[in-house]
């Protein structure tokens, strides 16, 4: 069995394991306070109806910040946590514990779920551990303290205490990031330090909004009751609403992208599947070389368009293999490229990739080797025959001293080994 395999198995087995747990305690000892087990569960309900789902498939690869574990129903998680950080409603001290708040964060999720579920568009197993697990890291660390009085009586009911909750929630968040990547590294294989920086980089978005939101709710409950919930929950509702809005601009300017990524193998210039095996192959090497976030973004685009001044020619490249033309003609298709590219609107950027792709190593970019080198390896490894992967892969290893980066031709030779990126099938082994 792969490690990546066992780590994942072993997440999934504890949240399994306490949430078994939370639920035959609850059932055992009964459900104390149930006004409050059934509003901060109703709230987790409609959060988890609110959520945004997966966008259908488009044939577009997934962009590199999607890889990322970003929270899909903040309204659910914000009032998940303020449950685990509830220490009294209106005054009056709350008794639920521990283990009351795992179940009743469980519950009301999975209620939550079921018509995403029936729509094929549920969350991940990943995700439904992770916030049993973070939700029962925030009450474990907050809730003894609380019901033995030791919080109170040194930080009494001020600033100092709310300051804590902030404190207590900014340390769940970190915890849940670290766990989200420590589990995207076991799917993927990808190293741990960017995938760990895109997950604090997302704190800074809706993470923030989630912790805030969950520490001034359980502050107004415990000021003002269970009134405060809905009027509470209303700010984050709506700036839900706006990253949905966000998130649907982003996905049509990459399906634009891919659109036109596609004209190139509609024409006939380009074998079916390239552009987008280049992006997907080039993205995995982008990881791996320790790229994350908006640089991710950009490779992507680049390497989805990187072939797009093939439309400028009047005689089309044979097969669409520019691999194996000339350096001066590579070159000229790369600026007919670039100049294709800035006139769609996308960064600056991209096209500054698609135009230097072509020059020799030592002059370009680290993006602008990575779409060289698996622009190349996806063009000498389409021609049929056994062991055309290894060959192309070996090839490009020759062109180590002017056309190709030893690092980044290295880094695609531990990606094909691994299986390729997801997507994309590969003959190498090793």
């Keep these: ?45 409609l959060g988890e109806l609110a959520r945004w789902g997966a966008a259908p498939d488009m044939g577009v690869p997934p962009a590199a910040e999607d890889l990322r574990g970003s929270e899909p129903a903040p309204l659910a998680a914000a009032g998940a946590l ?24 469980v519950a009301a999720g999975l209620a939550g779920i079921v018509p995403h ?9 990943d995700h439904l551990a992770r916030r049993v697990l973070t939700v029962a890291f925030a009450a474990l660390c907050f809730q003894p303290l609380y019901n033995s009085g030791a919080l109170i009586e040194h930080l009494g009911h001020g600033p100092p205490y709310a300051l ?32 760990l920086r895109d997950e604090l980089r997302a704190l800074l978005g809706i993470g923030s909004a989630v912790c805030a939101t969950g520490t001034v709710m359980a502050l107004g409950v415990a000021a003002a009751g269970l009134w405060a919930l809905p009027v509470l929950a209303v700010p984050l509702l709506l700036t839900q609403f706006s990253f949905r809005r966000y998130a649907a601009v982003r996905t049509v300017n990459r399906q634009t992208i891919a659109s036109l990524a596609r004209a190139t193998e509609i024409a006939g210039c380009t074998p079916p599947g390239h552009a987008r095996r280049v992006a997907l192959l080039s993205t995995a090497v982008g990881r791996e070389l320790g790229l994350s976030g908006a640089e991710l973004t950009v490779l992507e685009h680049a390497a989805l368009m990187h072939d797009i001044g093939q ?29 294709v590219v800035r006139r ?13 792709q072509a020059d020799p190593y030592r002059e370009q970019p680290l993006p602008a080797r990575i779409v060289r080198a698996v622009n190349a390896y996806d063009d000498l490894a389409g021609v049929e025959g056994p062991g055309a992967a290894l060959d192309a892969l070996e090839r490009l290893r020759l062109g180590t001293a002017r056309d190709y980066h030893p690092d980044v ?18 003959a190498v082994t090793g």
């Design 1 to 45: 069995m792969r490690p990546g395999a066992v780590t994942v198995g072993a997440v999934h087995g504890a949240a399994l394991l306490l949430g078994l747990t939370a639920f035959g305690s609850t059932l055992w000892y009964g459900v104390v306070e149930p006004g409050n087990a059934l509003a901060f569960g109703t709230l987790v309900v």
């Design 82 to 105: 303020a449950y685990a950080l509830l220490g009294a409603s209106a005054g009056t001290a709350t008794t639920h514990g521990v283990l009351q708040t795992v179940a009743v964060v």
């Design 117 to 125: 579920l029936a729509r094929g568009r549920g969350p991940t197993p």
């Design 164 to 195: 804590f909750l902030l404190l207590l929630l900014a340390l769940t968040a970190l915890c849940d990031a670290v766990l989200a990547a420590l589990l995207l590294r076991a799917r993927t294989g990808f190293p741990y330090g960017p995938l």
């Design 311 to 339: 439309l400028s020619l009047v005689d089309p490249v044979e097969g669409g293999a520019t691999a194996t033309l000339p350096a001066d003609e590579q070159r000229r298709i790369a600026l007919l490229g670039g100049e």
């Design 344 to 356: 769609t609107g996308v960064p600056t950027a991209v096209a500054v990739i698609v135009e230097r």
């Design 409 to 426: 031709v290295e880094c695609l030779a531990r990606v094909l080994a691994r299986g390729g990126a997801p997507g994309v099938t590969s």
